[in-house]
């Protein structure tokens, strides 16, 4: 599409020039983010903008509407399923430099802050508090608020936290039609209403722009023990898993490698017992509390045969129980050099049962697949690994692709645990959702974005 | 090339943090990269300032995941455009004549005789070489003379290039002109083989890394090792106090270029009085102070150097040590703004060694 340039000159004069960009140089970064090879399509965007206030969103995205320019909504682009590639073209918002801490309560424990903030720059402002934000995600370090809350993202800690969606508060989104709304409550319930801050959790910018942000927020915890556990088999890992979750032992963590996670992450420098599975469990909680739910966690680990366990108290000895785990994307570039991750999840108690499918679907397609993962959250990211430069081991990845999910469908389990649908996985929506729950979704779509402005192409299959 | 996109490099890219455009961080470098290898992208002026504009700090293959040599993809990229025509900027290629026509960076011919009465004292010949580099010999001579007074008081057997000393060309390998600053090289080569000299000691970091490349026929220092060996063996003695609360930079080309955290560190901590911060990101996390991209990019090197300077008033600190005369340069002016002071290493030294009545 091609934007009329007086509309380019309008968005100048409602952020100023120096935040407006058609250069090549600049449109051609904001085609892509950090989806795989799988997704084809790379359009430019027409023009990249750099607001910085509700007030300049709200005039923006009123200006799309009546031209009916789409507009893409992005944080720091690093979500894996193209939510942030602008496929219609038109207007991306990069809200990077709007990234602000507004406001922190301590007395009612929530923060409100500008969509733009990373993740790990909040939560070292949260800590001089004395509070943290629980849901962030592995890419926290380069992610952003907004993004997250886009995607519903997840991380380490959902499994004791829950995702993002648990930590919304409250919402100022620009709607598609430039009018703002607040969406939430300050309260910590509330029956009043539809819950349209549950419904804009998860949107992956298609109902609107969110520029305002309020996030509960958690008091850090006394205590912090970390447990690991190395097993002959997947089947004792898995099991050990499952009556974590089913006891009460309420882990912060509850992380899982494979044999070839394992070997990779050994061969990359780290020094891990060679194994079947390793488990990673944290606790958090008053030392008491913790120390008395290690027994109980020791014990569920020695029924399950575990070969040896870890225990880590002090800060450094956590950080090394923790350091294989954390280095497995690295690691995995010994293998092969490139990666496509997927991100399914299944009820916990379909853990092994996963597990076993991931193996067969790589014996089956001759395509090397590392699984890691959520494990007490039964959310798996096997990583399956190929060289782009050869074209059938690609095409073989991408088949890799279609049957893990298959898989998790057959498994009464969701297609993404917490990256999002995107582009890559519009089309799947059929596997895991009826034609008359997408038509629900696509009416309440059409309702608040009649023109389908929004983030167009993403979530909806086409059909 | 093996980047995955993941964006983590955004976070420690100085050009990244100060203008906050995909196109002016490292992956934003990479896309374009890739997309002039894939054909989608012709080159621009657009185009060729994000290529100048990333100042090869090497903080990106610093936390790079999937090991990405970013730099050195960079260096290649700007190698092989001026070989095909294509860049550097105009400033760049000016400094390049200006290196040929009179053997100095800055323009500046610099007879070290003429510009310090110390240098006078020193011998015509000895084993150990000072160099001094351009930006001290046209600009610093403070430096030069607090380092030439540690070495007198030591006893050291030195003496500096008098006349002729001729730029080590570190600059121009960075900006693509790799065969100009062979040139430059080589015509050291030529003149340390023909003065004579076994050791050389430098106290620009790029000098220090340019020479570093004659390693097998000469032995190479950074003035902050030199320093620290002297001091071990008893030659040097720090006996005055200096009460102030510090914080020490990191230079780019000392730091993640050649590995040297320590030494400076060492220094530093021997001075009675003195107590030692670290900024909160310092080491191989350091931040970069623009000095490579000065000339073209000043108002990104403006920003860069604003962020050490507030990065240094939040740890504490009331003076930024430095051991890089670029790095002393971008980060002074702007310091006063900050209400923190900035003194190079080799003069703290020699102010403890009671060699200078004040910094």
């Known amino acids: 599409m091609r934007i009329p340039d007086e509309v380019i000159k309008e968005l100048e004069s409602i952020v100023g020039q120096e935040n407006v960009s058609t250069e090549p140089a600049e449109l051609i970064c904001y085609s892509r983010d950090f989806s795989f090879i799988d997704v084809r399509e790379e359009t430019l965007p027409d023009v990249v903008v750099w607001p910085t206030t509700t007030e300049q969103i709200a005039r923006i995205v009123k200006?799309?509407?009546?031209?009916?320019?789409p507009v893409v909504p992005r944080g720091a682009g690093t979500g894996e399923c193209g939510g942030a590639m602008p496929i219609k073209g038109g207007i991306v918002l990069d809200l990077f430099k709007m990234n602000k801490v507004l406001e922190i309560n301590t007395k009612d424990m929530w923060v409100l802050v500008e969509p733009g903030i990373v993740g790990d720059k909040l939560n070292a402002i949260l800590a001089k508090h004395g509070f943290f934000l629980p849901p962030l995600p592995a890419s926290s370090e380069m992610s952003t608020i907004g993004g997250n809350v886009a995607t519903n993202a997840a991380g380490y800690r959902t499994v004791k936290y829950g995702s993002f969606r648990n930590w919304v508060m409250g919402l100022e989104v620009v709607l598609p039609n430039g009018k703002v709304i607040w969406v939430g409550s300050k309260t910590r319930k509330t029956s009043s209403g539809y819950s349209l801050t549950k419904l804009f959790v998860g949107s992956e910018g298609t109902l609107g722009v969110f520029t305002k942000i309020m996030?509960?927020?958690?008091?850090?915890?006394?205590?912090?023990m970390v447990l690991t556990a190395h097993y002959d088999t997947i089947d004792k890992a898995c099991?050990?898993?499952m009556d974590v979750m089913a006891g009460n032992i309420f882990p912060s963590a509850a992380e899982i490698m494979d044999r070839?996670?394992?070997?990779?992450?050994?061969?990359?420098g780290i020094e891990l017992p060679k194994s079947a599975a390793i488990v990673i469990i944290e606790l958090d909680g008053y030392k008491r509390d913790v120390e008395r739910r290690l027994v109980a966690l020791k014990e569920i680990v020695k029924k399950n045969e575990a070969l040896g366990t870890s225990i880590g108290v002090a800060e450094e000895e956590q950080a090394r129980l923790w350091k294989g785990r954390k280095a497995i994307t690295p690691a995995l570039a010994s293998i092969k050099p490139n990666v496509i991750d997927e991100d399914i999840c299944v009820p916990v108690s379909r853990l092994l049962d996963l597990f076993k499918g991931i193996e067969g679907i790589s014996k089956e397609l001759n395509i090397d697949i590392a699984t890691y993962g959520h494990a007490g959250d039964g959310d798996l990211h096997p990583d399956i690994l190929f060289d782009k430069r050869r074209p059938e081991e690609v095409e073989r990845a991408i088949s890799a692709v279609g049957r893990l999910r298959e898989l998790t469908v057959e498994l009464g389990g969701t297609i993404t645990g917490e990256h999002g649908i995107g582009i890559r996985r519009a089309e799947w929506m059929y596997l895991e959702h009826t034609k008359e729950e997408i038509e629900v979704m696509k009416a309440i779509k059409a309702a608040i974005d009649p023109n389908n402005i929004m983030n167009p192409g993403k979530i909806f299959p086409r059909g | 090339m093996r980047c995955t996109h993941c964006g983590k490099c955004r976070m420690y890219c100085p050009t990244f943090e100060y203008v906050m455009k995909e196109s002016w961080g490292p992956r934003g470098r990479v896309f374009i990269i890739e997309a002039i290898q894939e054909g989608r992208l012709t080159i621009d002026k657009g185009v060729l300032d994000r290529i100048h504009s990333c100042?090869?700090?090497?903080?990106?293959?610093?936390?790079?995941?999937?090991?990405?040599?970013f730099s050195e993809i960079m260096k290649g990229l700007r190698n092989s455009l001026t070989k095909q025509g294509i860049g550097p900027p105009d400033e760049y290629k000016e400094m390049a004549n200006t290196i040929l026509r009179t053997g100095n960076a800055l323009g500046e011919k610099v007879r070290l005789m003429d510009a310090s009465p110390l240098i006078k004292k020193l011998p015509d010949k000895a084993p150990n070489l000072l160099f001094l580099g351009c930006v001290i010999s046209s600009s610093y001579m403070n430096i030069a003379e607090a380092m030439i007074k540690l070495l007198m008081r030591a006893g050291y057997d030195f003496t500096v290039i008098k006349e002729g000393e001729?730029?080590?060309?570190?600059?121009?390998?960075?900006?693509?002109?790799?065969?100009?600053?062979?040139?430059?090289?080589?015509?050291?080569?030529?003149?340390?083989?023909s003065i004579g000299i076994s050791s050389l000691v430098a106290i620009c970091p790029f000098c220090y890394g340019a020479f570093l490349s004659l390693g097998n026929q000469l032995s190479v220092q950074h003035s902050t090792e030199l320093l620290v060996s002297l001091l071990d063996e008893g030659r040097i003695e720090l006996r005055k106090e200096f009460n102030a609360v510090v914080t020490y930079f990191d230079p780019c080309h000392l730091g993640r270029w050649q590995?040297?955290?320590?030494?400076?560190?060492?220094?530093?901590?021997?001075?009675?009085?003195?107590?030692?911060?670290?900024?909160?990101?310092?080491?191989?996390?350091?931040?970069?102070?623009?000095?490579?991209?000065?000339?073209?990019?000043?108002?990104?090197?403006?920003?860069m150097s604003s962020a050490i300077l507030k990065s240094a008033r939040e740890a504490g600190a009331e003076y930024i040590i430095t051991a890089c005369p670029t790095c002393y340069h971008n980060l002074r002016i702007p310091a006063l703004?900050?209400?923190?002071?900035v003194c190079n290493i080799e003069e703290l030294v020699a102010y403890s060694a009671g060699l200078l009545d004040k910094i």
Request: net charge positive; hydrophobic share 35%.
């Open chain 2, 55 to 69: 100042a090869m700090c090497k903080a990106c293959d610093e936390v790079c995941e999937s090991l990405v040599k």
């Open chain 2, 166 to 193: 001729e730029c080590c060309g570190a600059f121009l390998d960075l900006v693509g002109l790799e065969e100009e600053f062979k040139d430059s090289l080589e015509k050291n080569r030529r003149i340390f083989s």
């Open chain 1, 239 to 241: 099991l050990t898993i």
């Open chain 1, 63 to 69: 200006l799309a509407n009546e031209r009916r320019i």
């Open chain 1, 215 to 224: 996030l509960r927020i958690h008091p850090l915890p006394e205590s912090r």
């Open chain 2, 337 to 341: 703004r900050y209400k923190i002071r």
């Open chain 2, 259 to 303: 590995g040297l955290y320590d030494a400076p560190r060492s220094l530093i901590e021997a001075i009675p009085g003195t107590r030692l911060v670290e900024m909160e990101r310092s080491r191989q996390l350091s931040r970069c102070c623009g000095g490579p991209i000065r000339m073209a990019f000043p108002r990104i090197r403006a920003g």
């Open chain 1, 260 to 268: 070839t996670s394992i070997e990779a992450v050994i061969r990359y």
